[in-house]
């Protein structure tokens, strides 16, 4: 069975400084998918970014970008320059290619500091 | 991105009564839809998948009788809470995916349901 890990429960950091939110996955599949969802407050998930597992090149859009690492089956965020509007809660998901179920990690709470 | 409407937000219901959710997805066909439960501070737990015009595919320990799930049409699926009780209140999101591989999910914005 898949699983998706993420190790730290809470997160803080200075607006403008960056920040990486770690998860860690297991899969016997080869081919599948990973994405990283925001949740503020108002509790409506937000895609941030998705990488897909035959792509070498790591994603980016705009402030984020993963460090996607298929050997280590690591999969971390980065957030630059961060902003107060980042603050919320982050859940790594992976999802097979051969079916459609999300499997999400436990999530980390990002704290952004004026 | 494609748009999921979930009704209510809010809703407060007596032990014993029935309470429908719905989701709706606005401009994209949703072949298959998710109903997830979240516990405060904790991660989205599958309850049940369905597909349009079949019975719903309900995860381990989601007591079917007690969470209808009905999907019949490609853009409308509902979430009943039957006989609801206390520990049913929680907070419930639905999500919507279309066709085809590489399929991404689009959310709907949560139902946090109160059983006084």
């Known amino acids: 069975a898949q699983t998706v890990t993420q190790s730290q429960p809470e997160m803080s950091v200075q607006e403008a400084e960056t920040v990486t939110l770690s998860c860690t996955y297991d899969?016997?599949?080869?081919?599948?998918?990973l994405f990283w969802y925001k949740q503020p407050p108002s509790r409506q998930m937000i895609l941030v970014i998705r990488q897909e597992a035959y792509k070498q090149q790591n994603a980016t859009e705009n402030r984020f970008s993963v460090n996607f690492q298929k050997a280590a089956k690591s999969f971390s965020l980065k957030i630059s320059d961060s902003q107060l509007g980042d603050a919320a809660m982050y859940f790594c998901?992976?999802?097979?290619?051969?079916?459609?179920?999300?499997?999400f990690g436990t999530g980390t709470r990002l704290k952004v500091l004026a | 991105g494609a748009v999921v409407s979930q009704h209510p937000s809010r809703v407060i219901c007596k032990s014993g009564t029935s309470v429908k959710i719905e989701c709706r997805s606005l401009d994209f066909q949703a072949t298959t839809m998710f109903w997830y439960r979240q516990f405060p501070k904790q991660s989205l737990m599958l309850m049940a998948t369905?597909?349009?015009?079949?019975?719903?595919?309900?995860e381990q320990g989601v007591e079917k009788d007690k969470f209808l799930i009905n999907h019949a049409s490609l853009t409308l699926s509902t979430l009943t809470v039957t006989s609801a009780h206390p520990e049913d209140s929680s907070f419930y999101i639905c999500?919507?995916?279309?066709?085809?591989?590489?399929?991404?999910?689009?959310f709907g914005q949560g139902t946090r349901l109160t059983v006084v």
């Open positions: 369905s597909n349009e015009g079949s019975k719903a595919t309900y």
């Open positions: 999500s919507a995916s279309g066709t085809g591989r590489n399929t991404e999910a689009f």
């Open positions: 899969t016997s599949e080869s081919d599948y998918y």
């Open positions: 998901a992976y999802l097979g290619a051969g079916t459609y179920k999300y499997i």
